[in-house]
């Protein structure tokens, strides 16, 4: 499933290692639509993901949510959308809206795209401190270790509730 960028300037989808607006003066092989560590994987989308591409010429896709997507952006050529081998059960879903502007069309979607994020943010990280964990692993049981350590040594010199932030290496590999 593929999106011609001819004749159409592109935007949105996910921060890059060396981002470019349109999207058309990219070119990313097909992989996975999933946050990477830059650093790493300079080659991967970043940690801001928007399953939400905009056309200059009226014309918007919306990936839905939960479903594993895989994406090539092919400089000047086209975007395109496939379904990982791996989960062929899960059909690849988007919706395609198309109106007579780029304003009108994002006016159209951004309904469907604020239903969502119609509840208010946690304040409560504004409310406590917020700790950095510095911690360097390549596994996921030593970042756990890691991190269980460091707050119990926030315990023991009573530093009461807080938050730890740790970096994108480390989400991903909590993650899997």
Not at 17 to 35: S, T, Y
Not at 59 to 75: C, G, W
């Amino acid at each position: 499933n593929c999106f011609s960028m001819v004749n159409i300037s592109w935007y949105g989808g996910a921060s890059l290692g060396a981002q470019h607006w349109p999207l058309n003066n990219v070119n990313m092989e097909l992989q996975p639509f999933v946050i990477s560590d830059l650093k790493i994987n300079p080659e991967g989308y970043g940690s801001v993901l928007e399953r939400y591409f905009l056309g200059s010429t009226g014309v918007s896709v919306m990936l839905h949510e939960n479903v594993p997507v895989l994406i090539s952006l092919n400089r000047n050529t086209n975007i395109c959308l496939e379904n990982p081998s791996s989960s062929e059960v899960v059909p690849l879903k988007y919706t395609v809206c198309v109106s007579h502007s780029l304003l009108s069309v994002h006016q159209e979607m951004r309904s469907p795209i604020s239903d969502h994020q119609r509840t208010l943010p946690n304040t409560n990280i504004l409310r406590f401190p917020l700790w950095r964990h510095y911690g360097v692993s390549d596994s996921a049981a030593k970042i756990e270790r890691d991190l269980r350590s460091f707050s119990n040594k926030l315990k023991r010199h009573n530093m009461g509730q807080g938050y730890i932030s740790i970096d994108e290496h480390s989400t991903l590999l909590l993650s899997n």
